[in-house]
């Protein structure tokens, strides 16, 4: 498999991964030692010969990043727009974001890079996407959990009006929607 490969399998992987369920993560400031020694690595297996334009991939990914995390502000909903502030702080964002770039990385240079330091590239990003439905959309998950579904129900129970219950079996068709979409993207 080439690099360019690999990288477009992670690429894969970061597209199916969900914004909402990396908002609620805080990842550690690495060791700056640790790092520099790291990066001084990496930088020595891209310039190797059929060199790897390891620059211009973390560029491009941080630019796919910025793009993406600058589009979840914008959160139409059934009842117009939501403007939702994250509640993930901007030094999370910083280091979500060099996750990103080291495991992107780390899929370029896996077949240059000592397997501990292809790890290292990768934990922080394998840590932050195996977070899936932690993330705060607001939104319950009627994926079949009866828990799930208990907001919904006791809305429909304690609605009281026939006008009320229209407005909860709205919802509920809008809820059934966007699960099967969801679905369909998985």
């Known amino acids: 498999m080439t690099p360019g490969d690999r990288l477009d399998a992670f690429l894969h992987e970061l597209d199916r991964t969900k914004l909402a369920d990396l908002e609620v993560l ?34 491009g990914i941080r630019e796919l990043m910025l793009r993406r995390l600058s589009g979840d502000g914008f959160r139409p909903t059934w009842a117009g727009l939501n403007w939702v502030a994250s509640p993930m702080r901007i030094e ?9 770039e080291d495991a992107a990385v780390a899929a370029l240079l896996e077949d240059r890079l000592d397997p501990d330091d292809v790890a290292a590239l990768r934990e922080p990003f394998a840590i932050a996407s195996s977070m899936e439905g932690a993330g705060t959309t607001g939104v319950p998950d009627l994926s079949g959990s009866r828990l799930a579904a208990a907001p919904v ?3 429909a ?9 229209g407005i909860i079996a709205a919802i509920a068709a809008f809820l059934r929607r966007r699960r099967r979409r969801l679905e369909q993207d998985d």
Do not use: F
Not at 39 to 57: N, Q
Not at 92 to 100: G, N, Y
Not at 157 to 165: E, F, M, T
């Open 157 to 165: 129970v304690s609605a009281g009006s026939i006008g009320g219950l």
């Open 153 to 155: 129900t006791a809305l």
């Open 26 to 59: 805080a990842l550690p400031e690495p060791d700056p030692e640790e790092r520099a020694a790291l990066l001084g690595r990496v930088a020595e297996a891209a310039a190797r010969p059929d060199a790897v334009d390891v620059d211009g991939t973390r560029a």
């Open 92 to 100: 999370d964002r910083a280091w979500l974001i060099v996750a990103v």
